[in-house]
């Protein structure tokens, strides 16, 4: 998506040991017209898929989810990472490792808001080892839903996390994959075919 | 606003310890046409104020606060509970003791994302003991930021929150205000001139 290689371009830094910082505009202050745009490009990339429900994980993938529900006419369901005393009744559960923050979370989704009937699009803004959305995808298989696809805002394509799930006959269709990058150069993105 | 009082009425579950559950609508699933027309009300009752960012603390706060956005046409921050690595450079931090997980989190937001320029709106789902917003409001005013007021969708007026915030002179405008509420009887709301 080039609005969004365009953002990255203009707004991220690159960091040493393969950081991109993309906190101006997408995990920590948040561009919401940006998102708008995004969640009209995933609309349209999931077009054919009868999704009823977005899934996303605590925190920073939360706004993109909700604004690209719109364009859906979905609810969107949080997987929260750690058990907390408002929580009942039952839950699926999974331990995902988290890089940045060096620790493993249990996460959990109350079994009330996904089940067999669902067609779940999992939405987040980053993949790159892909941990978190393989704990997502458990948990939609814990709850018998169909899961339709994964729309990401960021991909460092360079990291083992798209193949990771690709290679599981998941559909990813992330806005923007990142190449290859560094400190001096910038990112470099790859291209992808049919999209905007 | 009848809108969610109705909502909370049909779909809200009142549990022992003056426990209100919201999670099939509020905060773990979320229902976006509802956030949209709470972002409506707000903007409808700050039209006056001249707010250009928006600011929340995740998880839960950050849905109503990036539909609401929408509506005044601003960015949103949502401050960070805890320090990520990922996070470079000074911010602005504090402590917040939160209820719900019986803990003290810190709780940052980058000084890049905020400043003396900023007129602030705080949107937060909860209003109960103020801890939570009592530490927004101390990092506004680190920032040398314009506190414009304080968007809540629910207010649990049986609690100090509400009190202790307005006693200091702050604007907070609350979508639904709980008044009392038990498990036999349900829930009674506060009755808010002004409000629709």
Redesign the interface.
């Given at each position: 998506m080039k609005l969004l290689e365009d953002k990255i371009r203009k707004d991220g830094v690159v960091?040493e040991g393969g950081?991109l910082?993309v906190?101006?505009?997408l995990n920590?202050?948040?561009?919401?017209p940006l998102?708008?745009e995004m969640g009209k490009e995933w609309k349209r990339l999931f077009a054919d898929a009868p999704v009823n429900k977005i899934l996303t994980i605590?925190?920073s993938g939360?706004?993109v989810?909700?604004?690209a529900?719109?364009h859906f006419g979905?609810?969107?369901?949080?997987a929260?990472?750690?058990r907390?005393?408002?929580?009942?009744g039952e839950v699926y559960s999974t331990k995902i490792e988290s890089f940045?923050?060096?620790r493993v979370y249990d996460v959990i989704?109350?079994r009330?808001?996904l089940g067999p009937e669902d067609h779940v699009l999992i939405i987040d803004d980053f993949l790159a080892n892909g941990k978190a959305l393989e704990g997502l995808i458990q948990i939609v298989e814990s709850a018998g839903a169909v899961l339709e696809g994964i729309g990401i805002a960021i991909e460092k394509g360079f990291q083992p996390g798209g193949e990771l799930i690709r290679g599981k006959g998941v559909r990813v269709e992330s806005l923007a994959v990142i190449e290859s990058m560094d400190v001096e150069s910038g990112v470099k993105f790859r291209r992808q075919p049919g999209h905007s």
């Open positions: 960091k950081v910082k906190d101006s505009f920590h202050q948040m561009d919401i998102f708008d605590e925190a939360i706004g989810a909700c604004i529900a719109r979905v609810p969107v369901v949080f929260k990472k750690a907390s005393v408002n929580i009942d940045t923050h060096r989704v109350s009330k808001f």
